[in-house]
C-alpha cells in the first residue's frame, strides 16, 4: 500500500468519525469527553482549540489525557488539555455563585456575587445565564418562591406543613413586604397563597382527554397557561394523576373550545417539527426550571444526556438530580425530557415509559 492510499484510508476513518465534526467546530461542550492528537506536532489538544486544524490523517482520538501521553504525546500549550478548562472554571463559579444565593436571607447584588467568586460583573452576569439560563435575580427570585412554597406546603389532605401564618411565611421566605409578594403570587404560585396552602381549594383546572398515536393524552390548563400534559394508557388513571397535584383544586371538563387546544397538543406528538406556541404554566424548583430549559432547548431531532444537561446547567455533577427533574416533568413533549438519553446514546427511564420515548425519538428523526 502506497502513502497516498494509507493517508487516504486513515483521513476516511477520522472524517466518518462523530468526535470530528466537534473537533472542526471548536465544541466546548465536548471538552473533557474526549482529546485529539496531531501526529505532525506530537501534541494532543481539546475539541475546542483554536489552533489551526489539523490534516484528518494525522489525527488520533483518546478517551483521556493518560491514553492521549501513553501514545507519546505532550498536551498542548493553547488549550492546556491537562488543566481544568475555562468552562470548567465558569461552571465552578456559577455553582459557587448559586450555593451563596441559596444560602443568603436577602438577595445578594450582582457586584456582591461577581467579587465573591473573582469575576468580573460584566463577564460573571453573561456566563451565569449562558450556564443556567437565568440571571442571578431570577435565579435569585426562584430560590426565594421556592422557600415560600415550602413554607405554605401542604399534605394530600390539605394541612399545612408548617405552622404560622401565611405573613410570617412571606416574610421568611425572603420579600420584603406582603405587597411586594401578592403583586406577583399568581405568578409565583399559580393562585392565591391561601388556595395553595390549601392544596389548590377554589383554583379552576380545564382539563380534556384525547387520543394520540401514543395513547391516552391529557391535557390540563390554569390561568396562567398548559400546566400539565400527561400521557398514559388509562384515561382515568391520567385523571387521577392530575388531582392528586391538586387534590382540592376544582378540575372542570374541557369544553368544545378547550378540545380545540387538545387538538393543538396531539398535532405537536404527530408532527414534533410544528411545535407548540402556547403558554405554560411551569411550576417547579429553580434547580428543575433551569433543567427544563435547558430541555426546551435542545432542537427536535436531537438528543443530550443527563451528563451534558448538568454541564449546561454549571452543575457537572448533579446528573442524578438532572434525571430526577426530568421524571418531575408535567408537560410531556412541550418540554420535552424524551430527548434526553444515556451517556452511551441508550434510552433511559422515561416517565410515560420507554416504548413512547423511544416513538417520540423515531417521529422526530423522521421529520
Not at 273 to 289: E, S
Not at 290 to 308: D, H
Not at 338 to 346: E, K, L
Amino acid at each position: 500500500m502506497n502513502a497516498s492510499t494509507k493517508n487516504a484510508q486513515l483521513a476516511a476513518a477520522t472524517v466518518s468519525d462523530p468526535r470530528w465534526a466537534s473537533v472542526m467546530a471548536r465544541d466546548a461542550k465536548a471538552d473533557g469527553t474526549f482529546y485529539y492528537s496531531v501526529g505532525t506536532t506530537g501534541v494532543y489538544c481539546r475539541p475546542s482549540c483554536a489552533a489551526r486544524l489539523a490534516r484528518p490523517e494525522n489525527v488520533r482520538f483518546h478517551a483521556s489525557c493518560a491514553d492521549a501521553e501513553r501514545a507519546g504525546f505532550r498536551p498542548c500549550k493553547r488549550c492546556k488539555p491537562d488543566q481544568v478548562s475555562l468552562a470548567e472554571q465558569y461552571a465552578a463559579k456559577v455553582t459557587e455563585a448559586c450555593r451563596i444565593i441559596e444560602a443568603s436571607d436577602t438577595v445578594p447584588t450582582l457586584d456582591e456575587l461577581a467579587a465573591r467568586v473573582g469575576v468580573s460583573r460584566f463577564h460573571f452576569h453573561r456566563v451565569f445565564k449562558q450556564l443556567t439560563g437565568l440571571t442571578p435575580r431570577a435565579y435569585a427570585a426562584a430560590q426565594r418562591d421556592q422557600r415560600l412554597r415550602q413554607e405554605l406546603g401542604s399534605d394530600e389532605h390539605g394541612r399545612s406543613r408548617r405552622s404560622g401564618s401565611i405573613t410570617e411565611a412571606i416574610f421568611d421566605a425572603g420579600y420584603n413586604s406582603n405587597a411586594r409578594f401578592y403583586e406577583k403570587s399568581n405568578a409565583v404560585l399559580g393562585m392565591t397563597p391561601t388556595n395553595y396552602r390549601a392544596g389548590g381549594a377554589n383554583t379552576e383546572i380545564r382539563f380534556a382527554i384525547g387520543e394520540c398515536s401514543l395513547g391516552a393524552i391529557l391535557v390540563a390548563q390554569s390561568e396562567r397557561g398548559v400546566c400539565a400534559i400527561l400521557l398514559g394508557d388509562d384515561p382515568d388513571a391520567l385523571a387521577r394523576d392530575l388531582q392528586d397535584r391538586f387534590p382540592r383544586a376544582n378540575l372542570i371538563g374541557g369544553d368544545r373550545n378547550f378540545e380545540q387546544l387538545v387538538a393543538r397538543v396531539v398535532g405537536l406528538v404527530e408532527a414534533p417539527q410544528l411545535g407548540l406556541d402556547l403558554p405554560l404554566d411551569v411550576r417547579g424548583t429553580a434547580f428543575q426550571q433551569r433543567v427544563w430549559q435547558a430541555l426546551r432547548e435542545i432542537p427536535a431531532g436531537q438528543t443530550a444526556s443527563y451528563t451534558e444537561i448538568a454541564r449546561r446547567i454549571g452543575s457537572p455533577k448533579s446528573v442524578r438530580a438532572v434525571a430526577q427533574a426530568c421524571a418531575a416533568n408535567m408537560l410531556a413533549i412541550a418540554i420535552p425530557c424524551h430527548r434526553v438519553v444515556r451517556h452511551d446514546g441508550a434510552l433511559s427511564g422515561y416517565r410515560w415509559g420507554v416504548e413512547r420515548k423511544r416513538a417520540l425519538l423515531d417521529k422526530e428523526a423522521q421529520a
